[in-house]
């Protein structure tokens, strides 16, 4: 099997990038446009994951970052290329070929689909705009003085849960009843114990599968829409960047557990509240029974320079929704305080006058 698969134009020879508008293969040096599989992967395998050691595959995937970076050739200019341990697609900086390491997306390592980017790189700036619309401290001018640093649009692995969960539940409830008794108020309590048997389903719960990023970032990313998934072709990740994931599916398990557990204990005591005035979980157990598949998604990573300050920003390549750190003008913040804090004075003060007027 060759380690380096390259995305070049049958026409004329030059480079092909996956065009998120269109859904196609497209050449910008002859304008040839190819169906996504036109142009085949030479008999690449239909591999996918089922049944393999994720723990031996993962700790081969920290063995080779500790060897050394590993050095492709690139087929066009014959430069040598350098690639992390994880990545699985990039482009030479020579001379602009398209490259995909197949011994990283193929057989046990191919991913078993993907959700191809839906928009470009040009619309950044305007989602980027919508994004600072409502954000009311921001530095004055902070968007017309910031730049926009080198926007790098990747495809970060996921594994994707679903499954089953079961068990019993407990909560602690309350019942509150007030009374009056000459000059006191007399509040009884009384106090329960509550059980729920849960079984619940759960599909496509997605759990980031890379340590480049923060997983609270790519949970601020969701959702990403399923019914988008396509098999998985080297094509679409003609022109963007790749990573296959350095996070075994067990890493990850305990976190889609944790996010299916809360999801439980919150329905669960959401339809234990209604009979009493407080409640709050105290035990119980859940047991989870899950499957997983390996995909990958779109997102464009770059940051934002400011006064020589740098906010990192990651944008859902097929949502266009936008997270990110922004600065706040501590002039505009304390105008803001000194705002709230007389409209909160006003109130209590009014309510104060009126008890007053009421008790003359």
């Not at 809360?262 to 005591?269: I, K, Q, W």
């Not at 705002?339 to 309510?351: D, K, N, P, S």
Request: proline share 4%; glycine share 8%.
């Amino acid at each position: 099997m060759d380690q380096v698969h390259e995305q070049k134009c049958a026409a004329c020879g030059g480079p092909l990038r996956f065009d998120p508008e269109s859904g196609k293969l497209v050449c910008d040096y002859c304008g040839t446009v190819y169906e996504i599989g036109e142009q085949s992967e030479a008999g690449q395998p239909e591999e996918t994951l089922e049944g393999y050691d994720f723990d031996q595959l993962t700790a081969h995937a920290h063995a080779e970052g500790a060897e050394g970076l590993p050095i492709y050739n690139c087929v066009s200019c014959g430069a040598e290329v350098i690639a992390s341990s994880q990545e699985m697609a990039l482009t030479c900086p020579y001379c602009g070929n398209n490259i995909v390491l197949t011994e990283k997306a193929s057989g046990n390592l191919r991913p078993d689909g993907v959700i191809p980017f839906k928009i470009t790189a040009k619309v950044l700036p305007q989602v980027l705009k919508d994004f600072y619309k409502n954000k009311k401290l921001l530095p004055k001018n902070f968007f017309n003085d910031s730049r926009m640093e080198k926007v790098t649009g990747v495809y970060v692995p996921f594994w994707v849960f679903s499954g089953h969960i079961s068990g019993n539940l407990k909560f602690h409830g309350e019942k509150r009843s007030s009374r009056r008794s000459g000059d006191y108020i007399i509040t009884d309590t009384e106090h329960y114990l509550v059980g729920r048997d849960v079984s619940m389903d759960f599909r496509d719960l997605p759990v980031d599968a890379s340590g480049k990023v923060e997983d609270e970032l790519m949970d601020c990313l969701e959702p990403f829409h399923m019914e988008d998934v396509k098999p998985f072709d080297m094509q679409y990740l003609a022109g963007f960047t790749a990573d296959r994931f350095d996070k075994a599916r067990d890493d990850v398990a305990e976190r889609a557990k944790e996010r299916m557990n809360n999801s439980a204990v919150s329905l669960a005591r959401s339809q234990v509240s209604g009979s009493y005035s407080g409640v709050r979980a105290v035990g119980g157990k859940l047991q989870a029974d899950l499957r997983a598949r390996y995909l990958l998604f779109p997102v464009y990573l770059f940051k934002l320079t400011h006064r020589k300050n740098e906010y990192s920003f990651a944008v859902n390549g097929q949502t266009g929704k936008i997270v990110g750190s922004v600065p706040t003008d501590k002039k505009v913040s304390w105008q803001y305080f000194l705002i709230r804090a007389g409209i909160a004075l006003g109130v209590v003060m009014l309510i104060f006058f009126v008890k007053y007027m009421l008790g003359r």
